[in-house]
């Protein structure tokens, strides 16, 4: 089962734009993550922000989280056509020992 | 250098010849995990293991085997690989559940 869901599936911008993406999920959660993998490689964590939490920033990334909604944001600002890459968010159920992820993002920046 | 090890990383074999694929961290994390990704379906956890000689299954279990002998590998058996087992299969580890998790580099499996 899927506790993530991301939104859009692809999106495509110019390089210098901001790119948001978007996670919904169906259970509470203690936190939730948020992914990148480059094609066909392994997963790299990009940033955690917890239910009590309600937005981090990390360089130019930045996230938040409306438990309310049961929906978390990732943004990217400033693109780069090394941004290209599929994102992920991942949740833990609240109950369980499972990380569950989404089907991602596609995020092409073109030059 | 911290990192999660699997081997090996790319792999075609034929139906009913069981395999094994192996799983390292050099990070001393209680937990693992191997995840299976399919075009459309995302990341599906397989097995985790909490610890050593602790392990449970995931979402997409069946014809999957696993052991935790040493905190610091987990490998996934094939017992009797079938062609819906092509995939790419990723291993991760962390210090928690719940924590960040640092995946391997992939292991693209084909089954003819």
């Known amino acids: 089962s899927q506790q993530g869901e991301e939104d859009p599936q692809a999106l495509s911008i110019q390089e210098g734009e901001n790119a948001t993406m978007n996670c919904s999920y169906k259970?509470?959660?203690?936190?939730l993550q948020w992914y990148r993998q480059n094609s066909g490689r392994g997963l790299v964590h990009l940033i955690l922000?917890?239910?009590?939490?309600r937005e981090k920033h990390s360089g130019r990334l930045r996230v938040t989280l409306d438990t309310s909604k049961k929906s978390s944001s990732l943004l990217i600002t400033a693109s780069r056509a090394a941004d290209t890459a599929s994102y992920f968010c991942?949740?833990?159920?609240?109950?369980?020992?499972?990380?569950?992820f989404g089907g991602g993002t596609r995020l092409m920046v073109k030059p | 250098e911290a990192q999660v090890t699997q081997n090996p990383r790319y792999l075609i074999t034929v139906t009913g010849k069981k395999l094994t694929v192996t799983c390292s961290q050099n990070?001393?994390?209680?937990?693992m995990s191997w995840y299976r990704q399919d075009p459309g379906l995302g990341l599906r956890q397989i097995y985790y293991?909490?610890?050593?000689?602790?392990?449970d299954k995931g979402d997409v279990p069946e014809g999957y085997k696993v052991s935790r002998k040493e905190k610091r590998n987990f490998p996934l058996i094939l017992e009797s690989p079938s062609p819906n087992q092509t995939s790419l299969y990723f291993c991760?580890?962390?210090?928690?559940?719940?924590?960040?998790?640092?995946f391997g580099p992939g292991t693209r499996l084909t089954v003819l």
């Open positions: 991760a580890s962390s210090f928690g559940e719940w924590n960040t998790q640092y």
């Open positions: 259970t509470s959660i203690n936190n």
């Open positions: 922000i917890r239910s009590n939490e």
């Open positions: 991942a949740t833990d159920a609240d109950a369980g020992n499972m990380l569950t």
């Open positions: 990070m001393n994390h209680e937990y």
């Open positions: 293991s909490m610890n050593v000689e602790v392990t």
